[in-house]
């Protein structure tokens, strides 16, 4: 009988967090504009930690913030021989608020035309995506779209809302809504593959399974974290369940922390923790027990499924493999073509490890951030195809 771990599913986020265009109108109630890809990422993030809790390996076909070109996108899930893609947007229709029960609404899953296989996929995702928060139902609609056509396998695109409805617009940065699409789009993918779907465990706990040491993400909720990390840079906090330099919200100096602690999860491949500030507010830090403790436990918070970093260096989630030029890529200083030193070259086919990824400056397809020789680098994001440790 087939396993979860048997299947690799493609995770597409749409567009790029500052593709043009793609954003709401003005929301006078959060007194922004909200881009599409915020949604978009999110929910292909929730998703991920859904899929993989299931047993589910994934692959997101653009792990940077770039605009990815659609072309890269669905060439990096076919060579992988990813088995299912999930595309998430969110649609538009003239662009402007109309006011309540005026504007375009509802949520439409989008198949490739006269394919029986993207259609079964879609149909088990809808099952799900029906229930829950309520929206119209506008159906599994055919159409001629890049990423349903050039993907080998079953491929679905949903539409979650509407960006030019008010109502729905907001859903996009709730993250009840967020976590609800992922978990009835995981569902539905459980059901296309025959694969008993695992719910997140409970206590808010976000379902990482039990640690191999025994111990469970659970019995740390609620109590203190504080940095171990004697590096003069400090530790990384984040402002999204991420490594991406993109969403770094501060550094945590030796011995400094959060006093509570939400829950543990899967990020990327690594551990890390959500948790709360003094005043409420929700960060996300790492869990890899060489750079934080938790109090009340010897020393440490439990085991790292990823790679062991070099002590005090930076921790990597994954690696790439050099890949789209003749012989080699170049190894920057930092994250810009234009101002940075070359550290050296890698040549094509070899893996470096990588701690993220960042838009940086003057590269539409942003960058890797890497280790090499024991220190942090930089190499152009379309000339690294990442895997998850
Ligand atoms: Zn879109």
């Known amino acids: 009988m087939a396993k979860a771990s048997d299947y690799l599913i493609a995770l597409d986020d749409g567009h790029g967090l ?6 709401t109108p003005y929301i006078p109630s959060v007194g922004r504009k909200i881009q599409e890809n915020e949604f978009n990422e999110r929910v292909t993030l929730f998703l991920k930690m859904e899929l993989e809790r299931c047993g589910f390996r994934t692959l997101l076909t653009a792990p940077t913030d770039a605009d990815t070109p659609l072309k890269a996108r669905t060439d990096a899930a076919n060579s992988m021989g990813a088995d299912a893609l999930v595309s998430n947007h969110y649609n538009a229709f003239d662009g402007k608020f109309d006011g309540p029960g005026k504007d375009a609404e509802g949520h439409s899953l989008h198949v490739y035309f006269n394919d029986a296989k993207d259609r079964r996929l879609a149909e088990n995702i809808a099952k799900y995506l029906k229930q829950g928060t309520k929206q119209v139902y506008r159906g599994i609609i055919e159409q001629n779209l890049h990423m349903t056509r050039e993907f ?4 679905v695109l949903v539409e979650n809302g509407f960006m030019d409805n008010e109502r729905e617009a907001l859903l996009m940065i709730n993250e009840d809504f967020q976590r609800e699409t992922a ?4 569902l539905g993918v459980c059901d296309f593959f025959g694969i008993p779907y695992v719910a ?4 808010g706990n976000g379902g990482t399974p039990p640690n191999p ?8 909720v609620g109590k203190r974290v504080e940095s171990i990390y004697r590096g003069a840079e400090g530790l990384d906090f984040y402002s999204r369940p991420t490594f991406d330099d993109a969403y770094r919200a501060g550094t945590l100096k030796f011995g400094y922390g959060f006093p509570t602690i939400v829950r543990k999860l899967k990020v990327e491949g690594a551990d890390m923790y959500e948790v709360k500030n003094s005043r ?3 960060f996300y830090v790492t869990a890899a027990p060489q750079f934080v403790k938790v109090e009340g436990s010897g020393q440490s918070s439990g085991g790292s499924a990823s790679p062991p970093p ?11 493999t050099i890949i789209g030029v003749a012989n080699a890529a170049i190894v920057q200083d930092r994250p810009d073509r234009l101002t940075s030193k070359d550290l050296g070259t890698i040549r094509k086919g070899r893996t470096l490890p990588v701690t993220g990824s960042v838009r940086g400056k003057n590269s539409s397809s942003g960058y890797w951030e890497v280790i090499y020789n024991g220190r942090r680098a930089y190499i152009t994001g379309k000339f690294g195809r990442y895997k998850a440790y």
């Open 18 to 23: 500052g593709t043009a265009g793609k954003r």
């Open 152 to 155: 080998n396998g079953p491929a």
């Open 183 to 186: 978990r009835e789009q995981a």
């Open 200 to 203: 997140a465990g409970n206590g």
């Open 213 to 220: 040491d025994g111990t469970s993400g659970g019995n740390v």
């Open 280 to 282: 409420g507010h929700v």
């Open 310 to 320: 070099a002590s005090g260096g930076p921790i990597a989630i994954g690696e790439i």
